[in-house]
């Protein structure tokens, strides 16, 4: 099947720096991926829709000049957390879907290993 | 705008034994897809079976199957057969099929699953 890669797994920071989360398409071109976050024992909560070439699309509620998206190639897209704050400490998820044409199974959704952030 | 719904927030199933978890879901569009997800302690996502609104019959991947009813909007999953590896939280999810529909996953709150030796 499709590889998403995401990293790192687990990254640590202090309150006030920022962090940036790579999620990578490794045998597909990705238009579109997709930003997560979950809680611990809760579900996922879409954040934002990352677009090829094109600003993001962020849910309701998510503050797009804290959790800032880059999606710059058809291969990757990072999410930067900035001013990072403990509250912000969270595991995070980036999907991707295999384009329409591209393949057969484009109606399932890849995901990353996931990176879990702690702030301190 | 879609929800999805699981009603258990814990189920407990014996070794070799068969569970079903449920799932709701609300929406107004006519074309859509289903998933469940399995989440192990890695928190890596894993498909576990999927389900096109279209099709009437429901689909079956080895020992997890599913009954899909489209008019009463539930989606369940049953697993045969359980193995200590299938210890994990899943989640349900839903995602619009036609060209103007969300096009990322919405998932419900998710099943932790144990399996008893």
């Known amino acids: 099947g499709a590889v998403v890669s995401q990293h790192p797994s687990w990254v640590i920071c202090k309150s006030g720096t920022s962090v940036k989360i790579e999620c990578r398409s490794l045998?597909?071109?990705?238009?579109?991926m997709f930003w997560y976050r979950q809680f611990p024992k809760q579900s996922l909560m879409l954040m934002a829709t990352?677009?090829?070439?094109?600003?993001?699309t962020y849910e309701q509620g998510v503050e797009k000049d804290k959790f800032l998206i880059n999606h710059a190639s058809l291969t990757l897209s990072t999410l930067t957390v900035t001013s990072a704050h403990p509250e912000d400490s969270s595991f995070y998820i980036c999907?991707?879907?295999?384009?329409w044409g591209q393949g057969i199974r484009n109606t399932e959704a890849f995901f990353g290993q996931g990176t879990r952030l702690t702030v301190v | 705008a879609q929800t999805v719904t699981q009603s258990q927030p814990e189920m407990s199933v014996q070794e070799a034994e068969t569970v079903t978890l449920s799932c709701t879901y609300d929406?107004?569009?006519?074309?859509?897809?289903l998933f469940w997800y399995k989440q192990p302690p890695s928190r890596q996502m894993i498909l576990v079976i999927r389900?096109?609104?279209?099709?009437?019959q429901n689909a079956t991947e080895n020992r997890f199957s599913v009954n899909f009813q489209k008019a009463a909007k539930s989606f369940s999953l049953k697993i045969s057969d359980s193995q200590l590896g299938d210890a994990a939280m899943y989640f349900c999810?839903?995602?619009?099929?036609?060209?103007?529909?969300?096009?990322?996953?919405?998932f419900g709150s998710g099943t932790r699953l144990q399996v008893q030796p």
């Open positions: 990352s677009n090829e070439g094109s600003k993001a």
């Open positions: 045998d597909f071109q990705a238009t579109t």
């Open positions: 929406t107004s569009e006519s074309d859509y897809y």
């Open positions: 999907s991707a879907r295999i384009p």
């Open positions: 389900q096109e609104a279209y099709k009437q």
């Open positions: 999810a839903y995602r619009s099929a036609g060209k103007t529909g969300r096009r990322a996953l919405t």
